[in-house]
Nanobody, 120 residues
Framework: VQLVESGGGLVHAGGSLRLSCAASGFALDDYPLGWFRQAPGKEREGVSCERIIDDSTYYANFVRGRFTMYSDKAKNTVYLELNRLKPEDTAIYYC??????????????WGQGTQVTVSS
């Protein structure tokens, strides 16, 4: 199982990015998926993830309405669309699979992370 993120970068406040997470070794339907982030000096936190308990997609309050998680099964890739970015969104963003306590970070598999930096 491997997860490889891409798409991070430096953007001005109000800008947009699309993060990609290419999965290999499993199909996207095999595990619940999620995106997490960790800012300098802070705990890792859930951004968006699939909730098995009610088959919904969770969004943290601080990103709801601005970020969207979606998948392309044909490409075996999961995306996180980031819009109206704020400086406080600056963090390393991680793709994860196999977590059953969304937004808890108990996922079994993690990507290496991609840096998102938002300038004011």
């Amino acid at each position: 199982v491997q997860l490889v993120e891409s798409g991070g970068g430096l953007v001005h406040a109000g800008g947009s990015l699309r993060l990609s997470c290419a999965a290999s070794g499993f199909a996207l339907d095999d595990y619940p998926l999620g995106w997490f982030r960790q800012a300098p000096g802070k705990e890792r936190e859930g951004v968006s993830c699939e909730r098995i308990i009610d088959d919904s997609t969770y969004y943290a309050n601080f990103v709801r309405g601005r970020f969207t998680m979606y998948s392309d099964k044909a490409k075996n890739t999961v995306y996180l669309e980031l819009n109206r970015l704020k400086p406080e969104d600056t963090a390393i963003y991680y793709c994860a699979a196999g977590g059953y306590s969304c937004p808890g970070d108990d996922s079994a598999y993690w990507g290496q992370g991609t840096q998102v930096t938002v300038s004011s």
